[in-house]
């Protein structure tokens, strides 16, 4: 049942092209350009997936796998992804979806991605991380995953519906009491809107959410007990084209489908084309992609496996991950941007 | 918009995220009131993105045309904050 990952991955392709969701945007907008379109988008996806994996988890469709907390290695290894993803250009999923969009910059970047998630997971780099997961992976008594839920003595699934139902509650409150300009050029069809023109944040966090929940039961079922992630799909491709292990499982036709579903959603939009950057910018995002591939596996997971995935379940260790690849894209976002007064 | 004379151009097709629009907004910073800078690109994203900065900054937005495939066209007269 590994093709639902392709069906999975080509929905998925398509919400990222048309919402132009990128993590790396949402994070570094907010400093750059104080900008809070993209990472509302994040949060509503966050928030959805989070009721979602909870009544599904309630009902016994899913078991919630929240990623076990590894302090070191979510906090170093999940920097170094921050800093990663601003030289690269966009996150794990944004280089993923631009690939399919044609852009060369983001396959250079996916590039690296691969080459070094394989050597931190098993080559020349492993024992770096393996240092850092092993020593430092604190658990609860009865050997789980720390989450916010346990940490207080609560149980998971109630915590998280009770959790993403107050938060939205207490962002519509303030959403319509100070409403955002509109910067709409003109009317649309209804076609047009979904089609050619760029969602809105709010449907594309919906939409995202909403692919983050059917992904979990889906994945499950092949024996995967968890929803989106990127870096393991990217790894197992690579891995499966140079060794003698074919390692395609559900995970990396989850990227397969993100490629030709994003590849499908700016073909008709009329967004596709191969273009480059200057040969100087493409040596930048693959060794953007390189510290994002070291940081995603050293720490577990990458923006998607921590903060869109892990962050719902209330996993502590993907709340650390998640704090960290912002303060590192904020980081990498003052040395190559602010310092040098480049904006 | 062919009526309209442009001041400056700026290419930054090809450009990966987030340069079209940090080259934009310090450009647009360094022009005169009343300027018109022309902007070409690729990136669909800030193809959504310049608008709403550029307004946000006091910079008025002329059109946003889509020249051929990803390829686009953004007309912005600077509020000239130099």
Redesign the interface.
Known sequence: MIWTGLLVGLLFGFALQRGRFCMNSAFRDIILMKDYTVFKAVAAAILIEMFGFALMGMTGMITLNPKPLLLGANIIGSFVFGIGMVVAGGCASGITYRTGEGMVGAMSAVLGFSVILLSTGGGLLSPIAKGLQEGSKIMTPDGKSLTVANVLGLPLEITMLVLSIVIAAVWIYFAMRNPEESYDTGKASLSDKIFKRGWSWLLAGVVIGLIGIISFPLSAATGRNYPLGISSGWAAILKSIVSDTVTIKWDAMLIIGIVIGAAVAALIAKEFKLRAPAPGVLIQTFIGGMLMGFGASTSTGCNVGHILSGVPMLSIGSIVAGISIVLGAWVAVYFFFIRTGKA | MENVEVTKTLDV???????P??NT??TLKQMKKGEILEVLL????S???I???A??HGHKVLA?E?VE???HRILIEAFGLK
């Open positions: 097709r090809g450009e990966i995220c987030p340069y629009d940090v907004m310090t690729d990136y669909p994203m193809v959504e993105r608008p709403r900065g307004k946000k946003v889509q495939g990803p390829n």
